[in-house]
């Protein structure tokens, strides 16, 4: 092969010496942090996974059981740099795997459980991924079957690792083996696992985050979130989300030596009586879910008195739902606006009521550079709203092999560009006003019309489509199809254009909830399609068939 250079850009040397200098990168490793924990207070419960039965991982044991999984993986042929694509739900087995993974400097790439086949060939195949982790069966789909053709479609996928029955692949409880021999692992600076973004394009790009710059934005949301020893972090959302993940998460509560209960699904149906049985202090929720615990906390007879914290964000969350959300739950609203490229601005805990409801937070570190600027690059006098650009010791320079999107998606001086509209308080918190990147984001759900765009128009009776986010009350949005059928074609129906989307093997969300089949799109002055045109006229009232 020919040599295309390193796998991404990285900080320039001056900015890691500063990043050093001002403590943020301390040179830990997840595999250092886990063997510190372990030793420091090693009956302490790290995992509580309690479904269907409630399983406990102290902290010597998930130290001793990920280092028996990395010479597992390891005796395989599994090292360093080499991308295993992680499809579990929230469950034990997933922690595990990751610092498994961790320790031998092999990089996890988060695939969600809501992905099917197309994004998970894509995942294996472009990260040239040596080995898929899946469940057996979840949530009524065998995960087995989509394996075996993304294995039979991927040259370099050697193995699948099942956690539960294997089938005709290998079980996750096959692989440990005593950890005597484990090899070097990785430097605080190498790569640690590969997140995924949100997508403005055909294909998700991967974003790569090292040791250093990951665990530099757990300590700082610890500190502001008062992640400590007795947080009990509940994990509603995805684990594979950044979200969940780290902000703080569960390997912010991890790194802290708290503990982490993972909630098989977020309903307040399943989720209030592991609160109460668990006595979860913390957790982080997308707006919708938010909205659904506010009224159902009315109702319920669970005790959801140890609640100290819910973490909201992933999307806007409107002002009149946080001001619900203190008084039902019975705990403190911390408003978050993150991104797995890096940035995460959080309220504070001793910001006055209005800042937490009206604002999405301030910047973790000191050194997170925001810039608001317009469509020039140049920046917007102080409070007007622009472009939001960033950069920092926990944001990437590019995504992982994407050497011209990187020209679009960076400055040349390194700033990432959010795609977000932003607004800037005079006390440094950002609103979020609006989103300039083509992307629909239903419910902090990120969908790139352009790859569902693609699907639909691959179906011979469509001459056009264009998919546009609608307002939606529950969701904040959601997705509609405009789709110009060609001249003479055999007519489509609604159920049809959804089908195609759904038979493509895609995640479940990413369906267009809304089809319409018009003549033409509106034209902006230069005759492209423009979204935000249809934007306006999907929402001005017009009727959409559902
Ligand atoms: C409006 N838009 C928001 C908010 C994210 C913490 C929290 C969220 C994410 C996340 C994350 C928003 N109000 N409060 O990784 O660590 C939109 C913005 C942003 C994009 C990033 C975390 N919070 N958003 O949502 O990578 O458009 O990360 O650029 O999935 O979500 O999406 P994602």
């Known amino acids: 092969t020919i040599d295309s250079g390193p796998d991404a850009p990285t900080w320039p040397a001056e900015f890691a010496e500063r990043y050093r200098a001002a403590g943020h990168w301390r040179g830990e490793t997840f595999g250092s942090v886990l063997a510190e924990r372990a030793a420091a207070h090693p009956d302490r419960i790290a995992v509580v996974d309690p479904a269907p039965a409630r399983r406990v991982w102290t902290y010597r044991e998930l130290a001793e059981r990920s280092a028996r999984l990395a010479a597992g993986f390891a ?6 740099g080499d991308r295993v694509v992680v499809h579990l739900p929230n469950t034990g087995e997933f922690v595990e795997v990751v610092f498994g993974l961790f320790r031998i400097g092999a990089l996890p790439v988060y695939a969600l459980p809501a992905h099917r086949e197309t994004e998970i060939a894509y995942f294996c195949s472009f990260t040239e991924a040596v080995a ?3 469940p057996d069966r979840h949530a009524g789909f065998d995960h087995r079957a989509l394996a075996s053709k993304v294995k039979a479609a991927t040259p370099t996928l050697r193995h699948v690792f099942v956690a539960g029955d294997p089938g005709e692949h290998t ?5 440990p083996c005593e950890p005597d021999q484990l090899p070097e692992g990785p430097a605080p600076d190498d790569l640690a696992f590969l997140q995924l973004s949100g997508g403005t394009t055909g294909v998700p790009k991967l974003i790569p985050r090292t040791h250093d710059d990951y665990i530099y934005s757990l300590r700082g949301s610890d500190e502001i979130c008062g992640v400590d020893e007795d947080t009990r972090f509940l994990v509603v959302l995805p684990a594979g989300h950044n979200f969940p993940m780290s902000s703080p998460g569960w390997l912010g509560t991890l790194y802290a030596g708290g503990t982490v209960v993972l909630c098989p699904r977020p309903d307040p149906a399943t989720a209030f009586p592991l609160v109460e049985a668990e006595r979860v202090t913390m957790t982080g929720m997308v707006p919708p879910l938010a909205l659904l615990w506010t009224e159902a906390a009315a109702e319920t007879t669970a005790d959801l008195s140890s609640l100290r914290l819910v973490l909201v ?4 969350y409107s002002e009149a739902a946080a001001r619900r959300l203190e008084p039902a739950l019975g705990c403190r609203l911390m408003q978050v606006f993150g991104m797995a490229e890096g940035l995460v601005n959080y309220t504070r805990l001793d910001d006055d009521e209005e800042t937490v409801v009206t604002t ?3 910047p973790i570190s000191p050194d997170d550079e925001i810039r608001v600027v317009d469509d020039e690059d140049d920046d917007v006098p102080d409070g007007d709203f622009g472009h939001l650009l960033t950069r920092g010791p926990y944001t990437i320079r590019g995504y992982w092999r994407a050497p011209e999107h990187n020209a679009r998606s960076f400055t040349a001086d390194g700033f990432y560009r959010t ?8 006390t440094g918190h950002l609103v979020v006003e609006g989103r300039a990147k083509d992307q629909i984001n239903r419910g902090g759900e990120k969908i790139a019309p352009e790859e569902i765009e693609n699907i639909i128009l691959s179906h011979p009776s469509v ?3 264009s998919v546009v986010g609608v307002a939606d009350p529950y969701l904040g949005e959601r997705s509609l199809a405009y789709v110009i059928l060609r001249d003479g074609a055999e007519p489509l129906k609604p159920p049809a254009v959804k089908r195609l989307v759904r038979e493509r093997g895609v995640a479940a969300y990413k369906v267009p909830d809304l089809v319409e089949f018009v003549d033409a799109f509106p034209q902006t002055g230069i005759g492209k399609v423009s979204k935000k045109g249809l934007r306006t006229d999907a929402t001005s009232g017009r009727s959409a068939t559902p």
């Open 313 to 316: 964000g992933g999307a806007k």
């Open 419 to 426: 795609g977000d509209i932003v607004r800037r308080t005079p």
């Open 463 to 465: 001459h056009d489509v």
């Open 132 to 134: 898929y982790v899946i």
């Open 360 to 362: 999405q937070g301030r």
């Open 75 to 80: 005796a395989r042929g599994i090292g360093k």
């Open 171 to 175: 079980a996750l409880s096959d692989v």
